[in-house]
């Protein structure tokens, strides 16, 4: 941790957004982790983005495999500055890291065998995987997957949009995890890394300032 550096970026920030800072650090989660499987509409990605960040789930996966690199910076509002981007060129890459992190493999989905929102079993490290409104998750997620989610609707229409299904998904996870006893915060190294990181992405012309900082203190 180069708290040396981050320091020094603090004097190009104000107090009232260090203060902001440590306060959503303290809300964050990495409990709970999203990921979107090859979603071609570009604000659908962009729309995931800004609800992990205003609901708290710090990392979100892109499976890429399809369509390559879409995110609408316009739409995300900023939120890529706050929310940790991970992209995977293939769904297997996705897959085998997260459970090397120690998360099950959710997938939503309306079928009846999945079980609902409400039903599921919160307190297990999760990725939340999404796919498209028109053709749902590929058959391999469902077949990898430890768990099926489901969000219960009365209507006739039979499945949402991602951006939605997403939004009301994280905010019950998320809501019902903060009521519980279970450790969901970041660890204190987290916190360190993502206020840093937050830092440089706040100031202006941010790798100078680190360069400079780092040739005056005779780094390499």
């Known amino acids: ?30 409990h709970f982790t999203v990921v979107t499987e090859d979603v071609y509409q570009i604000h659908n990605t962009s729309a995931v983005m800004r609800s992990c960040d205003a609901f708290g ?28 981007l991970h992209r ?3 769904l ?16 939503t989905s309306p079928h009846a065998d999945a079980s609902f929102l409400h039903d599921f079993d919160f307190t297990k490290k999760s990725a939340i995987f999404f796919g498209t409104e028109k053709d749902g998750l590929t058959e391999d997620v469902l077949e990898q997957a430890d768990a099926l989610i489901k969000v219960p609707m009365y209507g006739f229409t039979e499945s949402l949009n991602i951006s939605v299904s997403a939004a009301i998904i994280m905010q019950h996870l998320v809501t019902k995890l903060k009521l519980s006893d279970i450790d969901w915060k970041l660890s204190e190294e987290e916190k360190f890394d993502l206020e840093l990181q937050w830092a440089k992405n706040t100031i202006k012309a941010n790798k100078k300032i680190v360069d400079r900082f780092l040739e005056n203190r005779g780094d390499n």
Do not use: P
């Open 57 to 84: 789930i710090q990392d979100l996966h892109l499976v890429e495999e399809k369509f390559g690199k879409r995110v609408d910076k316009e739409i995300a509002m900023g939120a890529q500055k706050w929310v940790t």
């Open 1 to 30: 941790m180069d708290i040396e550096l981050l320091e020094h970026l603090k004097g190009f920030l104000t107090e009232g957004r260090m203060e902001r800072f440590e306060k959503i650090l303290s809300e964050r989660t990495k």
């Open 88 to 90: 995977h060129l293939n």
């Open 92 to 107: 297997d890459d996705c897959v085998s890291t997260l459970k090397d992190q120690g998360y099950q493999i959710v997938a």
